[in-house]
């Protein structure tokens, strides 16, 4: 592997003032030099990665920037981003690494010691599974379900969804049933016409809409064009 040469990527930036000194790198004892963890800059900013080092060197864990990485740790991005982020340094051949999210880091964080490298922390996992555990487990979580259902009737949003979600509803139908909750206008027109909002509009309606829509502004301005937006459009 390349040498990662982090500090040549980006601007150099104004000296901060510390709170604590940078710690040193012979002052911290390596309990664990089996894995070597490299920390992207990428998305972190360079605050946040000094800090997650230093945190890491005292844990124990070895920190660098070499060819004796193992393990290369990034916060917010996405396995392509990594992987095109490591294509930028001329590094072609990425499976010699492990590519984690920020959360393996602070799994091991909290347990003072190397963690296995879970499924859930892998950026590989999409690749290798063609799936996302930790994805799947969001979709089939129950309080998800609730808010997407919710969410799919007019007028009711995040706020609203949170609030019916902790009165202990689930479906549309234990909300109908309350009534002791007030809707609002919007919101009884969504239940009012949900089947109707939630169908497709074929192609053939929206150009019907459109005629009707241009004709009665060229009523007023005959020359003004008018045009669909939206999926149609595309």
């Not at 990034?74 to 590519?99: M, P, Q, T, Y």
């Amino acid at each position: 592997m390349d040498k990662i040469r982090t500090p040549s990527l980006f601007p150099q930036r104004k000296k901060q003032k510390r709170m604590h000194p940078p710690i040193s790198l012979n002052s911290c004892e390596v309990k664990f030099s089996e894995l070597v963890i490299f920390i992207m800059e990428r998305k972190m900013g360079v605050t946040r990665r000094t800090f997650l080092m230093e945190l890491a060197r005292r844990k124990g864990f070895r920190v660098e920037n070499d060819d004796s990485v193992t393990h290369i740790v990034a916060e917010n991005n996405s396995c392509a981003e990594v992987l095109e982020w490591l294509r930028g340094h001329k590094i072609r051949d990425s499976s010699r690494f492990e590519l984690l999210d920020i959360s393996w880091f602070t799994a091991c964080m909290e347990a003072g010691k190397p963690v296995d490298s879970e499924k859930k922390h892998r950026l590989t996992e999409i690749i290798e599974e063609g799936e996302s555990s930790q994805a799947n487990d969001v979709l089939t979580d129950e309080r998800y379900q609730s808010f997407k259902l919710f969410i799919s009737v007019f007028g009711v949003g995040l706020k609203t969804s949170e609030k019916w979600y902790r009165m202990g509803f689930r479906t549309l139908e234990e909300v109908k049933a309350d009534k002791t909750l007030k809707l609002s206008r919007m919101q009884k027109a969504g239940f009012l016409y949900y089947e109707d909002l939630l169908s497709r509009v074929s192609e053939a309606e929206a150009d019907a809409v459109s005629l009707i829509v241009k004709d009665a502004v060229r009523t007023f301005l005959p020359d003004a064009l008018v045009t669909i937006t939206g999926g149609f459009r595309r």
